[in-house]
């Protein structure tokens, strides 16, 4: 009887396979389906309607041109580079505009194009520049052919039942299917691994292969290549994994298995999250019209819909990606990736009506049956508001690989946020921060993280591509928001030694609107060295604005150099220690980022405290820091070693201790008052902070203080060592009884 039940199982699974290859075409992600639903109700659509109207006027603008299928030459921002990514972009709007309007014309400027692809590529040899560890043939990378080919094969899918067969066989033999087993057989290196690269290498073999019918090139894309094609040992010029050696092939499932924490999160940070989102999506998509037998939305617990919701909540109150790790400032949830990806999980998974909400915001949506979806809900005034909370996500395939923090206090539209990494490597894009935070205030930029140093598909900025200073200055310890010991950056900036660890989150508590808190640890930055930093953010009456107070503690056996930066934005308005400027400018150091910072001021304080007060955004804020006369107080600014001017004129304050053991950073954050430029008047300026002192620290307790010139006082308490949520601890310092459950507590009095 079993065997009976598992043959009728196969059965069944192969007419539903039959039968989604007998569809007819579209089917990828617009659907005849769809075509039909979008054409009976455009005109009560205004969302959709214009979203048409406006790829009709870019197309026919394009159309107008005439065709150009250039001989490939240039990187990243050239000619013929810019051009073959234009092409892609517009065929496939070409394509859904002759589904949806009928018009022949752009289906015959589709067939035209294809055709002289066809006739170019047989031709080709791979890309002239070699800079890629995987070249493609249109493009210096097989990334870039694979985004061409992701584009292209939604294009020919709208065009597939007009054209004749004739033209079909010339465009499969002589183009779709050589460029389909150049991006994964010819290119293991490229399309076997875990990485953003080779998402867009299966989805574009996958759905190619899908319009073709080909079972091939489907098998491939879901489950990899069968044959061990790759020396595991082999190394790739960006850092990525190649296979691991467990692994049968890295298709679809394991992309979904690898890349993801159960929470969402993407380890290669938001940036890339985005980035990969639209193969991840896309293919999905296709799976789903085609293959729903696989069922791909429920695949691992939902984690395609759990990686839009991580990453719209790792935004800034602008809809700003966090600038985690390799990450180019200005990209947002604006972007195309994350149109089509709200539009597919709205459409596919429940019809989140906070979804709405952020397409509202995007102001398109796609030319296709998730893209109706989207625009019924909206004229069917179904949105409500995206709430984004204070939250922490995991890192790593089973969640256990550290992660990141997000507090957020204040109103939605005045917001105070704070980011706190936690987390694994990051593979090939990460960054050598462990411990490492940002803050933003009204959705700018407080105290930053820099980014990556690129100027994307730039031609003057080498070619596009990352710059050296990305390896040099935006990866380097140096140049974040966290501790570097000795001048040298964590893992000592080896990437394969980074890979290898994680930071560990010790607690997240953000139930308590007074106050939230998250602290982390790491112990393999540096060898025999424990970091452990813990940040809270505070609401009060007799503040204007939430505080953050920053506790960083460091446990070694010998004595050490350290450094804490702040990279703030904005004007310095004055500090209460003093401090020289030197007539010539000098590099702060040789190596590990030091050699791009300019030493612009130097200065001691004679006080328990430092304060360093700076304008941004007509706001002021104010940094006030445990010190002793020993700690050394600089100030630095980009620029050093830089002759190309790659990198930006930023500015940091850092704190240096020297010959200590176990130091320890004491900081508070405060946002205190506002500068109106029309009126001219400014408020509340200086700081209200006094007082900030360490009652307590040793392995098991810290204890700080910090008042408000009004004379009102509080105290933090922290465990050191356990943070068990039903702890009971019980504690001295300076004649105050400090009694408490769980890792921390925070206590008020006068």
Not at 388 to 405: C, R
Not at 574 to 589: A, R
Request: negative net charge; charged residues 20%.
């Amino acid at each position: 009887m079993k065997r009976a039940i598992i043959l009728l199982s196969i059965v069944l699974s192969v007419l539903m396979m039959g039968s989604a290859f007998a569809q007819s075409h579209p089917r990828l992600v617009l659907t005849a389906d769809g075509v039909s639903a979008i054409k009976s109700n455009l005109e009560k659509l205004p969302l959709l309607n214009q979203s048409l109207q406006d790829a009709i006027k870019e197309v026919d603008m394009d159309m107008a041109n005439g065709i150009e299928v250039p001989i490939p030459k240039d990187m990243a921002g050239g000619y013929t580079h810019e051009r073959h990514k234009k092409n892609y972009l517009i065929l496939q709007k070409a394509g859904v505009i002759f589904q949806i309007t009928g018009d022949q014309k752009y289906a015959a400027f589709i067939r035209d194009m294809l055709m002289q692809y066809a006739k170019l590529y047989p031709t080709l040899p791979p890309h002239p520049e070699k800079r890629s560890y995987a070249r493609g043939k249109l493009f210096w990378q097989s990334l870039n052919d694979a985004n061409w080919l992701v584009y292209m094969s939604q294009a020919y899918d709208c065009i597939y039942d007009w054209l004749k067969p004739a033209e079909k066989k010339v465009l499969e033999q002589d183009l779709f299917r050589p460029y389909a087993d150049y991006l994964s057989v010819e290119s293991p290196q490229f399309f076997n691994r875990i990485h953003n690269h080779s998402t867009w290498g299966i989805a574009a073999v996958g759905m190619i292969g899908l319009v073709m019918n080909d079972k091939e090139l489907i098998d491939r894309a879901l489950y990899g290549l069968k044959d061990d094609l790759i020396d595991k040992d082999q190394k790739d010029n960006d850092g990525g994994l190649i296979k691991l050696p467990e692994q049968p092939g890295a298709g679809f499932f394991i992309q979904l298995d690898f890349l993801f924490s159960p929470d969402g999160y993407y380890t290669e940070g938001p940036y890339y999250q985005r980035y990969a989102l639209y193969p991840f999506m896309l293919f999905a998509e296709s799976l789903e019209n085609c293959r729903p037998d696989l069922k791909i939305f429920d695949y691992r617990d939902h984690i395609l819909s759990k990686s839009l919701f991580t990453i719209l909540n790792l935004t800034d109150s602008e809809g700003l990606f966090f600038p985690i790790n390799d990450s180019q400032k200005g990209m947002s949830y604006l972007s195309r990736e994350l149109v089509s990806a709200v539009d597919i999980i709205y459409h596919f998974c429940g019809k989140d009506p906070t979804l709405l909400a952020i397409a509202k915001m995007q102001n398109s949506v796609m030319l296709d049956n998730t893209g109706f979806s989207v625009a019924m809900g909206l004229s069917e005034n179904r949105e409500q508001p995206f709430i984004k909370k204070s939250v922490e996500l995991s890192d790593g395939p089973n969640g256990d690989q550290g992660g990141v923090g997000v507090i957020r206090a204040g109103k939605s539209t005045d917001e105070l946020c704070l980011v706190m990494k936690y987390t694994a490597q990051g593979m090939g894009h990460g960054h050598f921060d462990k411990l490492s935070f940002s803050m933003y205030d009204k959705g700018k930029e407080v105290i930053q993280d820099y980014g990556a140093a690129r100027f994307v598909n730039i031609d003057q900025k080498y070619g596009g591509a990352y710059l050296p200073e990305n390896n040099t200055w935006a990866k380097q310890s140096v140049a974040h928001n966290t501790i570097t010991i000795n001048g040298t950056s964590h893992f000592e900036g080896d990437f394969e030694t980074g890979n290898k660890y994680h930071s560990n989150p010790y607690f997240f508590n953000a139930t308590d609107k007074e106050m939230q808190i998250m602290s982390a640890k790491d112990t393999n930055a540096y060898p025999g060295i424990t970091m452990h930093r813990t940040m809270a953010v505070i609401e009060d009456k007799a503040f204007e604005k939430p505080l953050v107070v920053d506790i960083f503690r460091v446990q070694s056996q010998q004595q050490n150099q350290y450094d804490l930066p702040y990279y703030f934005m904005g004007q310095v308005m004055g500090t209460d220690f003093e401090y020289s400027v030197p007539s010539t400018l000098s590099p702060f150091g040789k190596n590990f980022g030091y050699q791009h910072l300019w030493k612009t001021g130097e200065g001691k304080s004679q006080n328990s405290n430092a304060k360093l007060n700076w304008f941004s955004n007509e706001r002021f804020y104010t940094l006030t820091t445990v010190v002793s006369p020993e700690d050394e107080l600089v100030f630095a600014q980009l620029g050093a070693s830089d002759p190309l001017f790659n990198l930006r004129r930023d500015q940091s304050f850092i704190i240096r201790k020297t010959k200590e053991k176990s130091p320890i950073y004491i900081s508070v954050i405060e946002t205190n008052g506002h500068y109106d430029p029309v009126s001219e008047i400014s408020a509340n300026s200086f700081s209200n902070i006094t007082d900030v002192e360490i009652l307590l620290n040793n392995e098991k307790y810290t204890v700080v203080t910090f008042a408000h010139r009004s004379g009102k006082k509080w105290a933090l308490a922290i465990s050191n060592e356990d943070a068990g949520a039903t702890m009971n601890h019980h504690l001295q310092a300076e004649g105050k009884n400090f009694d408490w459950i769980g890792p921390f507590k925070l206590t008020k009095y006068d």
